[in-house]
């Protein structure tokens, strides 16, 4: 597969920051407590393993990746979308650690997700290639549906806020904007 110069190096540092989220997964999968987040991380362990082989397949071989990476669905599980069913516990960094406990690796976790996502479609908007851009596409969609489901588990266990935004907010910033009047809807393709 011929790929231009940036693209290779966007692929050798999508590949490399792959090793460091998979040899983390593994670690986790080793420490952690909690049943349902260990399960979320087993679930997510294949796709992630996918990904990077895809990408070692676009640096490596000629004829570029042989798959197509699966993007999960939306998996919704909380009751409301602005009110945690639990009240947020507080955090302190600790400075000496031999064990992560459950809510360091799922902010871990749920962190190198925000950043792959965001490196994905950074990268994607790059690629002259229509099919590393598809790839890559797919791949911050991944991101995004798995750092939906540990961000879900956070908010359940009071690790992460989630409050309702207040009306005097609301009223204010969806004051400033106005619908465009007289157009008409672009249809979906």
């Not at 989220?21 to 362990?45: G, P, R, W, Y």
């Not at 890559?136 to 995004?144: C, K, P, Q, V």
């Not at 588990?153 to 806020?161: L, Q, S």
Request: aromatic letters at 10%; a negative charge.
């Amino acid at each position: 597969m011929q790929l231009a110069a940036h693209e290779v190096q966007d692929l050798h540092e999508l590949a490399l920051s792959c090793v460091n989220s998979i040899t983390n997964m593994a670690c986790f999968l080793n420490q952690v407590q909690d049943t349902e987040l260990k399960s979320i991380i087993q679930k997510h362990f294949p796709f992630h393993i996918q990904d990077y082989n895809m990408k070692a397949e676009y640096l490596g071989k000629a004829e570029g990746a042989t798959s197509k990476l699966p993007v999960p669905d939306l998996q919704p599980v909380l009751q409301s979308f602005t009110i945690a069913p639990v009240t947020p516990s507080p955090v302190t960094p600790r400075t000496s650690v031999q064990q992560f406990n459950d809510r360091e690796i799922a902010t871990a976790y749920l962190l190198t997700l925000k950043r792959a996502g965001r490196e994905y479609a950074w990268a994607a908007m790059e690629m002259s290639n229509p099919e590393v851009r598809s790839f890559l596409e797919d791949a911050f969609r991944m991101s995004s549906r798995h750092a939906y489901d540990v961000w879900q588990w956070m908010v359940k266990k009071g690790f992460y806020p989630l409050e309702p935004a207040s009306q005097t907010t609301l009223k204010t910033l969806g004051g400033m904007y106005q619908v465009v009047q007289g157009q008409a809807a672009v249809p979906v393709q």
